[in-house]
């Protein structure tokens, strides 16, 4: 469940830095229209919010909300890390994520 919570959190991450115009024309090579923007702007929100209910039923609230926090921090960092050095893998590292999540929790 914890990692389920770390991928759900990077796609959450890699959708709000797609909503963004610098990197969306660094990853894409092009700018995003203002819908597109917006849409994934909403949807990188909502996808945040979907990264707390794993580590909810992995801990509990009172340790649960603390480590989602620290979880995002790692999606995160993992993010800005590969941003300026790899931007394509950034990108494809996404839906793997996206992939991987249920699997992950599956096996948890």
Same mark, same amino acid.
């Given at each position: 469940?914890?990692? &389920? &919570?770390? #991928?759900?959190? =990077?796609?959450? /991450? ?13 990853? $894409?090579?092009? +700018?995003? &229209?203002? +819908?597109? &923007? +917006? ?12 990264? $707390? ?29 590969? $941003?300026? =050095?790899?931007? +394509? ?10 992939? #991987?999540?249920? $699997?992950?929790? /599956?096996?948890?």
């Amino acid at each position: 469940m914890i990692l &389920s &919570s770390l #991928c759900i959190a =990077y796609a959450g /991450f890699l959708a709000l830095a797609l909503a963004m115009d610098r990197h969306h024309e660094q990853i $894409l090579a092009r +700018r995003p &229209s203002a +819908r597109a &923007s +917006r849409l994934l702007g909403w949807v990188g929100w909502a996808v945040l919010a979907l990264s $707390l209910p794993p580590a909810i039923v992995a801990w509990g609230w009172a340790i649960g909300l603390p480590a989602w926090l620290g979880l995002l921090t790692v999606a995160a960092a993992a993010l800005a890390l590969l $941003l300026p =050095y790899a931007p +394509r893998a950034a990108l494809r590292l996404g839906p793997a994520a996206v992939v #991987c999540a249920p $699997l992950l929790a /599956f096996l948890a």
